[in-house]
């Protein structure tokens, strides 16, 4: 499956254009790296997820099915990786602390109060 994240990434992006030169401009990749790519899936699929015309290329029902499941895995791991930043950027998460209440009123408050105040989320 890693293996084939990649591709899957490739996939999505020359669904999304509807041509491989594009989607090999958007990745920063060659047209026929992209080509290649595609070629490799379909292979691996043993399914052809592309209709191939001489002004680009549409998704087969097979690839439009597959699309819909590629897209939204893609999704979900970008969303996870926004929520990893936001956690290690310290915009979001949450903050435990176990102490006694002396500690707690004297001490930590005031300290408590500007962490809330610098990350309010």
């Known amino acids: 499956m890693i293996g084939k994240l990649d591709l899957y990434n490739v996939f999505t992006v020359v669904a999304k ?3 491989f030169s594009k989607a090999a401009k958007d990745l920063f990749m060659t047209q026929p790296a992209v080509s290649q790519s595609m070629m490799q899936l379909e292979r691996e699929l043993d399914i052809r997820l592309f209709n191939r ?3 680009g290329v549409t998704l087969t029902n097979e690839g ?3 699309f819909e499941y590629v897209h939204s ?14 956690f290690k950027n310290l915009t979001k998460g949450e903050l435990r602390i ?5 500690i707690s009123k004297y001490f930590l408050l005031s300290y408590l109060e500007i962490f809330h105040t610098e990350y309010p989320n």
């Open 17 to 19: 254009n509807g041509s």
């Open 53 to 55: 015309t001489p002004k």
């Open 64 to 66: 439009k099915l597959l």
């Open 73 to 86: 895995a893609m999704n979900l791991l970008n969303v996870g990786e926004e929520m990893i930043l936001e």
């Open 98 to 102: 176990g102490v006694g209440d002396t």
